[in-house]
Antibody
Framework: EMQLVQSGVEVKKPGESLKISCKGS????????IAWVRQKPGKGLEWMGI????????RYNPSFQGQVTISADKSISTAYLQWSSLKASDTAMYYC????????????????WGRGTLVTVSS | DIQMTQSPSTLSASVGDRVTITCRAS??????LAWYQQKPGKAPKLLMY???RLESGVPSRFSGSGYGTEFTLTISSLQPDDFATYYC?????????FGQGTKVEIK
């Protein structure tokens, strides 16, 4: 079964660092782009960025560039999203998602999603 | 960036109704459009891609159409499992953005 398994709930204070993970299984992880999508409470979906585990090439939504770092470790089929200094406004559910199998290079829709990691940032 | 505007924001309908959701792009996106369904507390689920291609396993009562800047998602006969929020997403090679969502509620 193809799946993306995300790390668990995080509760952090402003200014703290954080790295959350997304482990793929049941498919060739190194051959698919893996994206991160933010959903603030009661709000819509925002594409943050994407990484190709095969060579760790990462691309960012300009709105998130410099705010987060997206990376991957192909040896353990895991993608990461990290912050160096969290803000209260980072409170959200974060989903990882796999590039659609029929997606041409650069045209990324998402056909497999993780269950999400809830990040709460509060003093 | 390309803006995606869905209408309506909320839709009240009954089981068996034909339902149509519209998504408009601020500039042409060819047919690089996907539709997702999201239920409360769950991850989004892909329904359609390339505007009109049905994802494997998705019921045939879902269909999509459109090209350029205007797109529609149609549910031919609304079922109890279809009450959810629906999002469109454009995926041109230089930009990816979601619409704000359309909540389909029970009338």
């Amino acid at each position: 079964e193809m799946q993306l398994v995300q790390s668990g709930v995080e509760v952090k204070k402003p200014g703290e660092s954080l790295k959350i993970s997304c482990k793929g299984s049941g498919f060739s992880f190194t051959n698919y782009w893996i994206a991160w999508v933010r959903q603030k409470p009661g709000k819509g979906l925002e594409w943050m960025g994407i990484v190709y585990p095969g060579d760790s090439d990462a691309r960012y939504n300009p709105s998130f560039q410099g705010q987060v770092t997206i990376s991957a470790d192909k040896s353990i089929s895991t993608a990461y999203l990290q912050w160096s200094s969290l803000k209260a406004s980072d409170t959200a559910m974060y989903y990882c998602a796999r590039q659609g199998a029929a997606a041409p290079t650069g045209h990324w829709y998402f056909d497999l999603w993780g269950r999400g990691t809830l990040v709460t940032v509060s003093s | 960036d390309i803006q995606m505007t869905q209408s309506p924001s909320t839709l009240s309908a009954s089981v068996g109704d034909r339902v149509t959701i519209t998504c408009r792009a601020s500039q042409t996106i060819s047919n690089w459009l996907a539709w997702y369904q999201q239920k409360p507390g769950k991850a989004p689920k892909l329904l359609m891609y390339q505007a009109s291609r049905l994802e494997s396993g998705v019921p045939s009562r879902f269909s999509g159409s459109g090209y350029g800047t205007e797109f529609t998602l149609t549910i031919s006969s609304l079922q109890p499992d279809d009450f959810a929020t629906y999002y469109c997403q454009q995926y041109t090679s230089y930009s990816r953005t979601f619409g704000q969502g359309t909540k389909v509620e029970i009338k």
